[in-house]
């Protein structure tokens, strides 16, 4: 089926070479250019119709023409459209081609389908926020292609009634298919007689300015695609048929392959009515993208691949087999660089083909990234287009691809990985946004004016510089306050490098700089009267201070020199430290700080490390990818584990699952159970409240975000909760800026009906 592409190119190019043929040895083919009016029915059908209504008198050979043409189309539909029409192939020369619009909401219940990987890991909650974004996208969506079945038609009948008021075909003068004839025409026309004119200039120009500014004009706008599809109602021939043996929705799959790859959003798997099969431009992309040959059209050879019938697992194995390779560098357990996954170019196209388009990765991730458009991008070698879909305001996918968790959100949620390998979302993921960060990526951002509202945003971990992005991009100054002196929060200072590389975060900052965000760094407030200075010279403050607050060892023994809390012990530089070098270390806890503290330690020198905890291995459920690599570089785990005391002599007692006391040696223990809340005591002194899950404080100018609402959560949450305050602050200022001009609309009129109803002056007695 990909020599359809082929063909159609072909066929254009015949055409083409048709209607010069015909100007150069006046055959009679052509368009209004060649030979007046009256003729122009002869290849346009609207330009018949616009004739006949100018005319009020059709000519026979207008309509023997009109005739044809319809004949055509009830065999064929809207061949013209998807084979001969010149617009679309000038849209893809000149990189003019409309966004196509699609939509990740088609849930697996209206297909009558489900996916069994979703089922298998909690998914974290939607917020509000987020569900009032997906709405108002399926909104937008909806509205968008209302528009673009019923546009058209409106325009049809404009033309038809110009056309009949003026007596002359006006929409003949700014179609993009005459004009682009027009030129042809004209300079043929030029070379012929000699006759040098500015006309196919100006021609050029027009149709120009229509490729460029009006790119949906196919879509929205184009009379005559309306006029084939009312025709094309009664084609029933050349129509794409759809193999439900192989088609994958057979096996429970919310395959949207096809529909996103048809100009018109056709769902084929639907059954949809004469109206919606009409607009079908027989163009044959479907098939031609169809991961598994399952649709194909009369006349046109079938794909190897798709002979044959096969309704078992196996058949989705062959169709899909195992990922394509990454270019992943290999990193000692002594080496603390951060280890790279990407893919080149080549591989990266090969894997972003496999996507099936159902939008299960977008749902499953919290901050609802345009994963599919970016996967769809890459797979279309446009490496550029999904950088920018991925570097938008308050995204960041360089931290996103290399800190979240395999086993959980995008990738978990791909239905591939039922019976193959999932699409290896965080590789494509990190190869398009690094090749975007070093092929120098700049933020273009709003200009910011002297009475623009001003924001604080206390902390620059993810939660808050998530924040302080979107709210530049809106033209707001923002000002950063952070303790440490460098941005980043727990990515730079808690987050060891061999997991995340730094410099990722300092370019991060460098951008975010010359955005026009104010960085204070190492701005520690140590009062409430220093706090609430802060919300008096701004318009609004965001506290994003993160879940810092650690779950202290609550046992005999947890007070000892030789016993440290996590995120104490990460913080350092762990290249220079010797903490840990030629000890028994034991690490309290297997979620994934423990296991940053385990690996640490293991390239700091320990003898042996000992991760203890609670519960059993399954029930603890630690970040898979994080475990393995512990596991394989010499970790050692006790699942069920309780820990009863520490000893001066450098030992910990356990109990084991099995209720025996155990003896560990622990020259260095570690207490990574986690993180109980925000360090508040300023924000107490100053009378603030932060309540759970809430973006709002009790203070209404004073919002929170991150871990310091949710709770210790994945760096993707947090950009989430971010990007949602940030919207919750704009609405605000928003909000407020109106209500200030209501009350100055309101003291204006008072003042006006002060004077309107001031008694005359008494006239002065002589």
């Given at each position: 089926?990909?020599?359809?592409?082929?063909?159609?190119?072909?066929?254009?190019?015949l055409?083409?070479?048709?209607v010069?043929?015909?100007?150069?040895?006046?055959?009679?083919?052509?368009?209004?250019?060649?030979?007046?009016?009256?003729?122009?029915?002869?290849?346009?059908?609207?330009?018949?119709?616009e004739?006949?209504?100018?005319?009020?008198?059709?000519?026979?050979?207008?309509?023997?023409?009109?005739?044809?043409?319809?004949?055509?189309?009830?065999?064929?539909?809207?061949?013209?459209?998807?084979?001969?029409?010149?617009?679309?192939?000038?849209?893809?020369?000149?990189g003019?081609?409309?966004?196509?619009?699609?939509?990740?909401?088609?849930?697996?219940?209206?297909?009558?389908?489900?996916?069994t990987?979703?089922?298998?890991?909690?998914?974290?909650?939607?917020?509000?926020?987020?569900?009032?974004?997906?709405?108002?996208?399926?909104?937008?969506?909806?509205?968008?292609?209302?528009?673009?079945?019923?546009?058209?038609?409106?325009?049809?009948?404009?033309?038809?009634?110009?056309?009949?008021?003026?007596?002359?075909?006006?929409?003949?003068?700014?179609?993009?298919?005459?004009?682009?004839?027009?030129?042809?025409?004209?300079?043929?026309?030029?070379?012929?007689?000699?006759?040098?004119?500015?006309?196919?200039?100006?021609?050029?120009?027009?149709?120009?300015?229509?490729?460029?500014?009006?790119?949906?004009?196919?879509?929205?706008?184009?009379?005559?695609?309306?006029?084939?599809?009312l025709?094309?109602?009664?084609?029933?021939?050349?129509?794409?048929?759809?193999?439900?043996?192989?088609?994958?929705?057979?096996?429970?799959?919310?395959?949207?392959?096809?529909?996103?790859?048809?100009?018109?959003?056709?769902?084929?798997?639907?059954?949809?009515?004469?109206?919606?099969?009409?607009?079908?431009?027989?163009?044959?992309?479907?098939?031609?993208?169809?991961?598994?040959?399952?649709?194909?059209?009369?006349?046109?050879?079938?794909?190897?691949?798709?002979?044959?019938?096969?309704?078992?697992?196996?058949y989705?194995?062959?169709?899909?087999?195992?990922?394509?390779?990454?270019?992943?560098?290999?990193?000692?357990?002594?080496?603390?660089?951060?280890?790279?996954?990407?893919?080149?170019?080549?591989?990266?196209?090969?894997?972003?083909?496999?996507?099936?388009?159902?939008?299960?990765?977008?749902?499953?991730?919290?901050?609802?990234?345009?994963?599919?458009?970016?996967?769809?991008?890459?797979?279309?070698?446009?490496?550029?287009?999904?950088?920018?879909?991925?570097?938008?305001?308050?995204?960041?996918?360089?931290?996103?691809?290399?800190?979240?968790?395999?086993?959980?959100?995008?990738?978990?949620?791909?239905?591939?990985?039922?019976?193959?390998?999932?699409?290896?979302?965080?590789?494509?993921?990190?190869?398009?946004?690094?090749?975007?960060?070093?092929?120098?990526?700049?933020?273009?951002?709003?200009?910011?004016?002297?009475?623009?509202?001003?924001?604080?945003?206390?902390?620059?971990?993810?939660?808050?510089?998530?924040?302080?992005?979107?709210?530049?991009?809106?033209?707001?100054?923002?000002?950063?306050?952070?303790?440490?002196?460098?941005?980043?929060?727990?990515?730079?200072?808690?987050?060891?490098?061999?997991?995340?590389?730094?410099?990722?975060?300092?370019?991060?900052?460098?951008?975010?700089?010359?955005?026009?965000?104010?960085?204070?760094?190492?701005?520690?407030?140590?009062?409430?009267?220093?706090?609430?200075?802060?919300?008096?010279?701004h318009?609004?403050?965001?506290?994003?201070?993160?879940?810092?607050?650690?779950?202290?060892?609550?046992?005999?023994?947890?007070?000892?020199?030789?016993?440290?809390?996590?995120?104490?012990?990460?913080?350092?530089?762990?290249?220079?430290?010797?903490?840990?070098?030629?000890?028994?270390?034991?690490?309290?806890?297997?979620?994934?700080?423990?296991?940053?503290?385990?690996?640490?330690?293991?390239?700091?020198?320990?003898?042996?490390?000992?991760?203890v905890?609670?519960?059993?291995?399954?029930?603890?459920?630690?970040?898979r990818?994080?475990?393995?690599?512990?596991?394989?570089e010499?970790?050692?785990?006790?699942?069920?584990?309780?820990?009863?005391?520490?000893?001066?002599?450098?030992?910990?007692?356990?109990?084991?699952?099995?209720?025996?006391?155990?003896?560990?040696?622990?020259?260095?223990?570690?207490?990574?159970?986690?993180?109980?809340?925000?360090?508040d005591?300023?924000?107490?002194?100053?009378?603030?409240?932060?309540?759970?899950?809430?973006l709002?404080?009790?203070?209404?100018?004073?919002?929170?975000?991150?871990?310091?609402?949710?709770?210790?959560?994945?760096?993707?949450?947090?950009?989430?909760?971010?990007?949602?305050?940030?919207?919750?602050?704009?609405?605000?200022?928003?909000?407020?800026c109106?209500?200030k001009?209501r009350?100055?609309?309101?003291?204006?009129?008072?003042?006006?009906?002060?004077?309107?109803?001031?008694?005359?002056?008494?006239?002065?007695?002589?």
């Open positions: 089926m990909k020599k359809i592409s082929i063909l159609r190119a072909l066929s254009l190019g055409f083409l070479l048709a010069v043929c015909g100007v150069i040895w006046q055959t009679g083919w052509g368009t209004l250019s060649s030979f007046g009016i009256g003729s122009i029915a002869q290849i346009c059908p609207v330009g018949a119709l004739t006949i209504f100018a005319s009020g008198s059709p000519a026979l050979s207008v309509l023997i023409c009109l005739g044809v043409f319809v004949a055509l189309v009830v065999v064929f539909g809207r061949f013209f459209c998807g084979w001969l029409c010149p617009v679309p192939s000038l849209r893809k020369i000149f003019a081609e409309p966004k196509t619009e699609t939509s990740c909401f088609n849930d697996s219940e209206d297909q009558g389908t489900s996916s990987r979703e089922e298998t890991f909690s998914k974290p909650e939607k917020s509000s926020t987020s569900s009032r974004v997906l709405l108002s996208s399926k909104a937008n969506f909806i509205n968008s292609a209302a528009l673009q079945k019923k546009g058209p038609f409106f325009v049809l009948a404009a033309a038809l009634v110009s056309s009949a008021i003026f007596s002359f075909p006006v929409f003949c003068l700014i179609c993009p298919v005459g004009l682009t004839f027009a030129f042809i025409i004209g300079i043929v026309h030029m070379l012929k007689f000699n006759d040098p004119t500015i006309t196919p200039l100006v021609i050029l120009g027009v149709l120009f300015l229509e490729i460029f500014f009006l790119r949906r004009w196919c879509q929205f706008i184009c009379p005559i695609g309306a006029f084939i599809s025709v094309s109602r009664l084609n029933k021939t050349f129509v794409p048929k759809v193999d439900d043996q192989k088609c994958l929705r057979a096996f429970g799959l919310n395959c949207q392959v096809c529909r996103n790859a048809c100009p018109e959003g056709i769902d084929l798997k639907k059954t949809v009515p004469s109206t919606e099969s009409s607009r079908c431009l027989k163009c044959g992309a479907c098939a031609q993208r169809c991961p598994v040959s399952a649709i194909s059209f009369p006349f046109l050879k079938k794909s190897k691949c798709a002979e044959g019938k096969t309704t078992n697992v196996v989705l194995k062959e169709r899909f087999p195992g990922g394509a390779a990454t270019e992943q560098s290999v990193v000692s357990k002594a080496s603390f660089d951060a280890p790279q996954e990407t893919f080149s170019l080549k591989n990266a196209i090969l894997e972003s083909s496999r996507c099936i388009q159902c939008g299960a990765c977008v749902k499953a991730c919290p901050q609802h990234n345009p994963i599919t458009e970016v996967l769809r991008s890459i797979a279309a070698g446009d490496t550029k287009a999904a950088g920018k879909l991925l570097m938008q305001s308050g995204k960041m996918p360089e931290l996103c691809s290399q800190l979240c968790p395999k086993d959980k959100f995008c990738m978990a949620a791909c239905p591939l990985g039922n019976f193959s390998v999932p699409i290896n979302i965080h590789a494509l993921m990190y190869f398009a946004s690094s090749r975007a960060l070093d092929r120098g990526y700049r933020i273009s951002r709003a200009r910011t004016l002297e009475k623009s509202p001003s924001v604080a945003v206390i902390g620059a971990g993810p939660a808050g510089l998530a924040a302080a992005d979107v709210l530049r991009a809106q033209g707001y100054k923002v000002t950063v306050y952070e303790r440490e002196k460098e941005i980043g929060g727990l990515t730079m200072f808690g987050i060891p490098a061999f997991k995340l590389s730094k410099e990722r975060i300092l370019t991060r900052r460098k951008l975010y700089e010359k955005s026009g965000i104010d960085f204070q760094l190492g701005y520690e407030i140590k009062s409430a009267q220093e706090f609430l200075g802060i919300v008096d010279t318009d609004a403050v965001l506290l994003a201070i993160g879940a810092e607050n650690p779950i202290h060892l609550n046992v005999s023994g947890a007070n000892s020199n030789f016993v440290f809390q996590a995120l104490e012990y990460l913080h350092g530089d762990p290249k220079q430290a010797s903490l840990a070098h030629d000890k028994h270390v034991v690490v309290l806890g297997v979620g994934g700080t423990a296991l940053d503290c385990a690996r640490t330690a293991l390239r700091q020198g320990a003898r042996t490390v000992t991760c905890f609670r519960k059993s291995l399954l029930k603890a459920n630690p970040p990818d994080d475990y393995e690599s512990a596991l394989r010499g970790a050692k785990f006790l699942e069920e584990t309780q820990i009863q005391s520490v000893q001066p002599d450098k030992t910990v007692k356990v109990i084991n699952r099995e209720g025996i006391c155990e003896v560990l040696k622990a020259d260095l223990v570690i207490c990574a159970y986690g993180f109980s809340g925000p360090r005591e300023v924000l107490k002194e100053a009378g603030i409240v932060i309540s759970k899950g809430s709002h404080t009790n203070l209404p100018k004073v919002f929170a975000a991150g871990d310091a609402v949710s709770g210790p959560s994945f760096v993707t949450t947090a950009i989430e909760s971010g990007q949602g305050a940030a919207k919750a602050i704009s609405q605000f200022l928003s909000d407020r109106t209500e001009k009350s100055r609309q309101n003291r204006k009129n008072k003042d006006d009906g002060k004077l309107t109803n001031r008694e005359p002056a008494q006239p002065a007695i002589s």
